[in-house]
């Protein structure tokens, strides 16, 4: 049995749609629990946490960075840099913004970093860019929004919710957040099979 | 009377009409002078660059950084970091890959530290997103290819070229790299009409 | 007349006592106004900082990244984004955490990405690695304490305060602050000088 | 068995020495077969890396960034990109340069992020900052020559070898790429014994 978590901030709900998708995507994996933590109640949780074999940690990207709230969470688990309690855990990022690239990049990054400083193991997106619709590729316009991975990550799923409501957002973008959700649940599990 | 250089790697002639699109911005502003160099020649004429005012960089995103070949360059420029050459240039940096995000804020951000170690000024994007199209952003399509900085940068531009021929890139971007350069430029203008 | 910003966060003393180190290099420029401003009270005064003709960014480096205070005073300043306000300001930034390398580089590229989103133009550090005494380098040991820019910083300043009180901070670190400060307020100058 | 690979580049032979005790690390791991190549060496063993379950990937900091030579490797495998045959692998990275900081962390960041783009899973270093010798921290001299992780890199082993001859590099930063190789292996280990 492994243990995921999903620790996420949304300002305005796409972010957490996105975090829904993930949990979808982790929970479809056999003999998978998961734990679903707003950041605030996250940093009142740790200990929940401490219990975890991986965490996916999920914020929008604020002025090119991760969010104050999630960077306040992960300030709030300072004890466990100095414990080495999250060592070896598996790590996850995905993030959103209006836009395509607008600094993503700059948040997985950060959400990287600090899951580095925390001694864990980081998983990467794992897709190749519009793997469902590769003859998006053949026009300027871009992929379309039911392509997986249009927006082009690599450490993670990004999403571009340009204006949208949350219930609005591309299929693709939800898609991706899906599927990895599912590959952090498989590889965890993996993990956890070879532990001696 | 202000010396703005540009020196691109393009391996498929993308990035070298990015680099197109920036040299004309930069002539179009009064009183520049502009040096266009591909960067195998740059490496040939670091004493050429010592007279330029500004530094422009632009290389394809390969492998989610800086190109080989335009990190080559800055190896051979080791020489101006020892003596302290560049010190004080106005700098500035563009990207294309394939696809919207795809870590091309990694060889942005690449193109920037560099540039930091040798001493120079820095020039953002200064456009905010998809600005002459902002019905753009009222889709999950994303923004339309003649929008200016649709691809959403902040350092500066990125293009996405999509399996297109280097004729056939969206307005949007090749627009974008035009404004930038002159952005550049205006800036490289006043810092030398400021200079004592 | 140049009017430059210092905002910062400090959580122990040890970034005010950076901070107050970078405020008196800027101080020593003829003709140049000094605003220095804790987050808390920036955020609440953004229309002073929209009359600076610079502003100089500093926080700690907490779990690998802009401290979470930082973070909330960069997001109070959304408005300048959309209203363009602060653009063609020019930017810095420092940081200071207990150890050497310890990803202060990652806070440093964060406060510049922001400056980036804000249209602003970044100054780097400008200093070699330890210039003021460059026989440590001939030793395992690293660089004296004494030394400027001993933790070889290069977008702008880094402290390492290793468990030190503020007052008892490496004289290297709060120099290579006061050198930074001045240069930023010198860079700043020009540019003003270079209006039409 | 699981099997781990270490490519690198060195310069002047300090990251090879570091690449050195990243290899006694892992070799010391029961049931680790252990692969050692240089970057020009290894774009010709495309196949051998392709039957390894991990690859660590090391450089020395040059310009604040990954070296060209490590670069035009990471290019030279764009086939495993496309073919996607580097997916689900164990990543892990080093670096090197003369100072403290000096960019190493845009080093690891860069190495990391190829690594991402590959679908790789990555290591971090997982030691907190001069874990056998606390004391050092009492000083602003900063960490002793002895003390592990001196440097304090989260991503991976940094060293500072401060115009040292390789052999004469800090024993502190040594022992931290044997514990990094050594740790990388272990966690491979476990993650080749949960395969089904």
């Given at each position: 049995m492994a243990k995921v978590a999903i620790v996420y901030h949304s300002g305005k709900g796409h972010t957490k749609m996105l975090a829904e998708y993930v949990r979808r995507g982790a929970a479809a994996v056999a003999e998978t629990e998961v734990v679903f933590l707003e950041v605030e109640e996250a940093s009142e949780q740790l200990e929940l946490l401490d219990t975890c074999d991986a965490i996916i940690f999920g914020c929008p990207t604020y002025m090119g960075n991760v969010s104050a709230k999630m960077k306040a969470f992960q300030e709030s688990a300072v004890s466990r840099w100095f414990s080495?309690?999250?060592?070896?855990k598996i790590a996850g990022a995905f993030t959103n913004s209006a836009c395509f690239a607008g600094d993503k990049e700059s948040t997985l990054i950060g959400l990287m970093v600090n899951a580095m400083q925390q001694g864990m193991i980081f998983v990467s997106l794992g897709i190749a860019p519009a793997v469902n619709e590769p003859?998006?590729?053949?026009?300027?316009?871009?992929?379309?929004?039911?392509?997986?991975n249009r927006v082009d990550g690599s450490l993670g799923p990004m999403a571009a919710s340009?204006?949208?409501e949350p219930e609005e957002m591309a299929k693709g973008d939800l898609e991706t957040a899906y599927l990895y959700g599912e590959r952090v649940a498989n590889i965890t599990a993996q993990f956890v099979r070879g532990r001696i």
């Open positions: 080495r309690q999250w060592q070896d003859e998006s590729f053949q026009t300027i316009n871009g992929a379309s929004p039911n392509a997986i340009m204006m949208v």
